[in-house]
């Protein structure tokens, strides 16, 4: 197989100034409306892109699980690889990749933890074998097989028995400030259509088209 030979020519949709919306919250919720009408698998799925002290970067998938002016939220373990690296440089990127749309969006901006108080609220509304998995695993710490995961799973369920599972001091979510928003449309030719939200101190935003 010729990976070269594998190509699509992009031509379900355009994007043009004027189909943007003067904030990039209101844009980014109608293609994400837009996604789940259309059945994309897992649209709240995002890539996020984080890099410590040491300026390498590592990349992994989340879920957004919170969206409002102040940001995108996420939720994890913060003992895990992804809250160290925060805790060494708070500046992120995440990516949506609707591709069935021929779509992606690109935000950058800076992670800040989010009270307990939200963690709580959203962690009491997972499913409880969610909530027992945040207690089981040692996220992104080295284990020698999945029976020490599945031993410590049944632990815990032994544990918490059928009562409620407290939130884990360990574990929480992150807000991710937006500073730049790119929305891109696939386009004929690679003649992609760009376009990148900017936030201005004063907190209003400057559109700029980006070439493809």
Known sequence: ??????????????????????????????????????????????SLGTAGKDGRPLLRTVLLKGLDARGFVFFTNMESRKARQIGENPFVSLLFPWLPLE??????????????????KYFMSRPRESQLAAWASRQSAAISSRK????????????????????PSFWGGYRVKHETVEFWQGGPNRLHDRFEYRRQPDDSWTVERLAP
Request: aromatic residues 8%; negative net charge.
């Open 1 to 46: 197989m010729n990976l070269a030979d594998i190509r699509t020519d992009y031509q379900r949709g355009k994007l043009r100034r004027e189909d943007l919306k003067p904030d990039p919250f209101d844009q980014f919720n109608a293609w994400l409306d837009d996604a789940i009408k259309a059945g994309v698998v897992e649209p709240t799925a995002m």
């Open 103 to 120: 779509r992606q969006v690109i935000v950058t901006g800076r992670a800040d933890p989010i009270s307990t108080l939200e963690s709580l």
């Open 148 to 167: 020490v995961l599945e031993m410590e799973w049944e632990k815990i369920k032994e544990k918490f028995g059928a009562g409620k599972v407290p939130l």
